[in-house]
């Protein structure tokens, strides 16, 4: 069973997300927060699995409270999907800096926020990876520094982790690794843990940042 808070300001939208989730048999909705505050608060006191959070709120907007939900040990398997209108693309990078596992926009048909929801408490892959990937080569700075003075654990890759690293940064599934590497799927999936465990990554979102903040994948390739 995946439990969910869902953050809106919006009472109609708030319900029909929880009535669209609440539909499904694997999906439970324990909460529902009217602001990024309130979002945290019940986070904090729920632990669920899933939180569909919007961007734009009062008190403290949705990236603000993303952050302190990711920043939380408590809180280290709860997962956040941001719910946006797509409409400014900055405010979507720095959730995925704060933390948040992937994005959906209001406008979806209501079995694609099912199934990001699953996608997201899966693990295992980037809601829309290609469209992460555009968000970030168009605001992601690369740094002068080397990558290993910026990331230090990047040492402790090895060679096929990094390559796992970076066809995770340009978007590939476990199924795509998997077939580039000629490996099985669990096998690309095993390598990908291993890589966000040893960068301390909160999902894969995180190893995108990783690798075009750290100079690794440079933006346009």
């Known amino acids: 069973m995946i439990d969910v808070l869902v953050a809106d300001d919006q009472a109609l939208i708030r319900q029909a997300v929880t009535d669209i989730l609440a539909g499904h048999s694997d999906i439970t ?37 993303t952050a302190r939900i990711c920043a939380d040990p408590a809180l280290a398997d709860t997962r956040v ?3 946006t209108t797509f409409e400014e693309d900055e405010y979507l990078v720095a959730a995925l800096r ?10 979806a048909e209501p079995e694609d926020i099912v199934r990001a929801v699953r ?3 899966a693990g295992d892959a980037l809601l829309s990876p290609a469209a992460t990937r555009a968000l970030i080569t168009r605001y992601v700075t690369v740094p002068a520094r080397p990558a290993l003075e910026t990331i230090p654990e990047l040492a402790e890759l090895t060679d096929r982790e990094r390559e796992v690293l970076l066809l995770v940064a340009r978007g590939r599934s476990n199924q795509d690794i998997a077939e580039d590497l000629v490996i099985s799927p669990h096998t690309a999936k095993t390598h990908v843990n291993r890589v966000m465990t040893k960068l301390h990554a909160h999902d894969r979102a995180q190893l995108v940042i990783i690798a075009y903040e750290t100079g690794l994948l440079a933006p346009g390739t």
């Open 81 to 83: 999907l941001i719910l």
């Open 119 to 121: 996608a997201v408490h």
């Open 29 to 65: 909705v324990s909460g529902r927060a009217v602001d990024g505050a309130d979002a945290v608060d019940q986070a904090g006191r729920l632990r669920p699995d899933v939180v569909v959070m919007d961007i734009r709120m009062p008190a403290l907007d949705g990236i603000a409270a």
């Open 98 to 107: 704060a933390g948040a596992s992937g994005f959906i926009g209001k406008g």
